[in-house]
């Protein structure tokens, strides 16, 4: 692989990068600047097609970021196909937040959030406690899955929901 360093991508500061190679070949890697003056994590990631030879650098226009806070950082970020990814963020003191969770269907040129997830129904969810665990695809039925713990009365609980559009969610 061929050495990238911030400087190279026009980045002074770098401080978390997440790579996710779909093959050998096919591979993407994330990062964002942390920029403390705007109180945003937009995110940035450069693909390659070649093992990491060259890279090419991606700049979405309306690209996830942690919000208009200092504690609010990325926890996850991978594309699970060539063109369907998600990105995650964690609060500073805590787990991570599905309403902070961003998934793209065109390659990372769009990013919708994930929102309005359908928790069972008598699910009493603590909101202060809801994290992100992992991401898949499902080629079988053309879906992607996510594994979500949350805390309803002070026990957690992993659930699945999955998405054919990225944008309605059911339990899986």
């Not at 090419?56 to 996850?76: D, I, Q, R, T, V």
């Not at 063109?83 to 609060?91: A, H, L």
């Not at 937040?97 to 769009?110: F, I, L, Q």
């Amino acid at each position: 692989f061929e050495e990238i360093y911030p400087e190279d991508v026009g980045f002074t500061e770098m401080t978390f990068a997440f790579p996710s190679f779909l093959n050998e070949n096919n591979g993407f890697l994330f990062f964002w600047r942390d920029n403390y003056f705007t109180s945003s994590w937009p995110v940035r990631f450069l693909k390659t097609a070649d093992g990491g030879k060259t890279w090419e650098m991606y700049e979405p226009e309306n690209a996830p970021n942690g919000g208009h806070s200092n504690k609010c950082y990325p926890e996850l970020a991978k594309f699970l196909t060539e063109n369907v990814g998600i990105i995650s963020y964690r609060f500073d003191d805590g787990p991570s937040d599905c309403a902070k969770t961003y998934v793209t269907s065109d390659g990372g040129k769009t990013w919708n959030s994930v929102s309005n997830l359908p928790y069972p129904d008598g699910f009493v969810r603590d909101n202060t406690y809801s994290e992100l665990v992992d991401a898949y695809w499902s080629s079988y039925d053309e879906s992607i899955k996510i594994e979500v713990r949350v805390n309803s009365e002070y026990i957690d609980y992993t659930l699945c929901f999955k998405s054919y559009d990225l944008k309605e969610w059911i339990l899986c």
